[in-house]
């Protein structure tokens, strides 16, 4: 009878805060992001944030730049990843170029601060892709490749 008790008591309690009425466990649910073929949005975006952070780098600051550089290019560029519709290889058309400027930067960020041999490489690889970047964004009849 005592076991039984026991058991009993505990289902109630395991029970009671598993199903209770507390508001703090609640979610809110947010609608899913709808994909799109369409990325300008994403690669303005893109670029507005290169032109903030390189500048990081090109002062010459070497502080907190995992924080400061490479997770706010990680972030944008897996946003970029799901947010745009990725139907097939050329859905982004030269927008594309703007998020490889996102990559290269991230890329001469690691240099800098792993003290990098190539780091000028690094550099001139990221200018090239960020002056492609540029030219896509001035031309956007160049950019997306119209929906299928």
């Known amino acids: 009878m005592k076991t039984t008790l026991v058991v009993f008591s505990s289902l109630c309690l ?7 009425c507390n508001d703090d466990r609640k979610q809110e ?9 369409d990325a300008t949005a994403m690669a303005n975006e893109a670029w ?5 952070l390189d500048q990081v780098l090109y002062s010459g600051q070497k502080e907190q730049l995992q924080e400061n550089i490479r997770e706010p290019l990680r972030e944008l560029s897996t946003r970029w ?8 290889a050329v859905t982004e058309g030269k927008y594309a170029l703007c998020r ?22 690094k550099q001139k690889e ?13 031309h956007p009849e160049l950019g997306n490749t119209s929906p299928k």
Not at 100 to 121: E, G, I
Request: contains cysteine.
């Open 29 to 37: 649910i947010t609608p899913a992001i709808k994909p799109t073929n």
């Open 126 to 138: 990221y200018e090239r892709d960020k002056s492609l970047c540029k030219d896509a964004l001035e």
């Open 100 to 121: 490889k400027s996102l990559t290269s930067l991230d890329v001469w960020t690691r240099a800098v601060m792993d003290k990098a041999s190539d780091l000028a490489v």
């Open 14 to 20: 395991t029970s009671f805060f598993l199903f209770g």
């Open 48 to 52: 507005v944030l290169i032109n903030q």
């Open 81 to 88: 990843r799901v947010e745009v519709k990725m139907t097939d």
